[in-house]
């Protein structure tokens, strides 16, 4: 039996990717067999999906460590079953069973692991049962898993918050708009926060007021009561459309939408723009 080190990669029944390593070594003059996690034991924590994991982890608890004279209440067990062997008897070809084993576990995986979706399952019924679900066009579902990466299996934890076009989209909130939708968007959250612009800004927009003394003065103690007197901000304004559109000039839509990374990302699906902007 020759030495081994093997590492295999592969998800289980939770969709959880494990990256084990099995090796098989005559550090103590006896063919050792151990097995291992990145952070260390973890056979019990993972859940078999497929027959040759179920495999893999049967031979985990039996062989791991089996140079030690005390096992685990597992190997004890076995070992009651295997009163004419040794912990440090491995199968004469035990090497070649564990490369056959992790071979078939990467095949098994990379045959059932689920992809990641694509604008060319815009007609696929479990993209449709979605969309009807989030009560949203397709593409625009579609824009959300490609921006996000999001395979067959993590579809279903897709979720719609209680405020328009804003979803969950693994653990993380998104704002999914289309281009007239992101500027209405950014429209209504200018309005909500005018009274925390710069005050030059405001003073530009308005005929009532001047770079003087007392318009700061006025927008000072406006601003001091914060947005409950946003609505005497909007009052001065003469314009706020035009307002609106000088202030996505100035700083951008993802200034005012994206409250995490100030980004804005753009997706285009089958010829349709998405802008996508992290809430959180």
Same mark, same amino acid.
Request: proline fraction near 2%.
């Given at each position: 039996?020759?030495?081994?080190?093997?590492? %295999?990669? /592969?998800?289980?029944?939770? =969709?959880?990717? =494990? +990256?084990?390593?099995?090796?098989?070594?005559?550090? *103590?003059?006896?063919?050792?067999f151990?097995?291992?996690?990145?952070?260390?034991?973890?056979?019990?924590?993972? &859940?078999?999906?497929?027959?040759?994991? @179920?495999?893999?982890l049967s031979?985990?608890?039996?062989?791991?460590?089996?140079? #030690? +004279?005390?096992?685990?209440?597992?190997?004890?067990?076995?070992?009651?079953?295997?009163? +004419?062997?040794?912990w440090?008897?491995?199968?004469?070809? /035990?090497?070649?069973?564990?490369?056959?084993?992790?071979?078939?576990?990467?095949q098994?995986?990379?045959?059932n692991y689920?992809?990641?979706?694509?604008?060319? #399952?815009?007609?696929?019924?479990?993209?449709? %049962? $979605?969309? &009807?679900?989030?009560?949203?066009?397709?593409?625009?579902?579609?824009?959300?898993?490609?921006?996000?990466?999001?395979?067959?299996? =993590?579809?279903?934890?897709?979720?719609?918050?209680? $405020?328009?076009?804003?979803?969950?989209?693994?653990?993380?909130?998104?704002? %999914?708009?289309?281009?007239?939708?992101?500027?209405?968007?950014?429209?209504? @959250?200018?309005?909500?926060?005018?009274?925390?612009? *710069?005050?030059?800004?405001?003073?530009?927009?308005?005929?009532?007021?001047d770079?003087?003394d =007392?318009?700061?003065?006025?927008? $000072?103690?406006?601003q001091?009561?914060? &947005?409950?007197? +946003?609505?005497?901000?909007?009052?001065?304004?003469?314009? /706020?459309?035009?307002?609106?559109?000088?202030?996505?000039?100035?700083?951008?839509?993802?200034?005012?939408?994206?409250?995490?990374?100030?980004?804005?990302? &753009?997706?285009k699906?089958?010829? @349709?723009?998405?802008?996508?902007?992290?809430?959180?």
């Amino acid at each position: 039996m020759k030495e081994l080190i093997r590492k %295999v990669k /592969f998800h289980d029944k939770n =969709w959880k990717l =494990w +990256n084990i390593k099995a090796e098989i070594t005559y550090r *103590n003059w006896y063919p050792e067999f151990t097995m291992s996690w990145d952070s260390g034991q973890c056979q019990d924590s993972i &859940e078999p999906l497929w027959e040759y994991q @179920e495999e893999l982890l049967s031979v985990w608890q039996e062989y791991h460590l089996n140079g #030690m +004279n005390a096992g685990t209440k597992k190997q004890d067990a076995i070992l009651k079953k295997r009163t +004419n062997e040794k912990w440090n008897d491995l199968p004469s070809d /035990f090497d070649k069973t564990i490369e056959a084993l992790c071979s078939n576990i990467e095949q098994e995986d990379a045959e059932n692991y689920p992809v990641k979706i694509t604008e060319d #399952m815009k007609n696929e019924s479990f993209i449709l %049962v $979605k969309a &009807e679900e989030l009560w949203i066009w397709v593409n625009k579902l579609l824009a959300m898993c490609i921006n996000c990466d999001v395979s067959t299996s =993590w579809l279903s934890y897709i979720d719609k918050w209680y $405020k328009d076009n804003i979803f969950y989209i693994e653990w993380n909130e998104y704002l %999914v708009c289309t281009d007239k939708e992101a500027d209405k968007e950014c429209a209504d @959250e200018i309005k909500e926060s005018a009274w925390a612009f *710069n005050p030059d800004f405001i003073i530009d927009h308005s005929k009532a007021l001047d770079h003087d003394d =007392w318009s700061y003065d006025i927008l $000072k103690a406006i601003q001091e009561k914060c &947005e409950w007197w +946003n609505a005497a901000v909007i009052r001065l304004i003469d314009d /706020f459309d035009e307002f609106v559109e000088d202030a996505i000039t100035a700083d951008w839509r993802w200034h005012f939408l994206n409250r995490r990374n100030w980004d804005e990302d &753009e997706v285009k699906v089958n010829g @349709e723009n998405f802008y996508l902007y992290k809430q959180c």
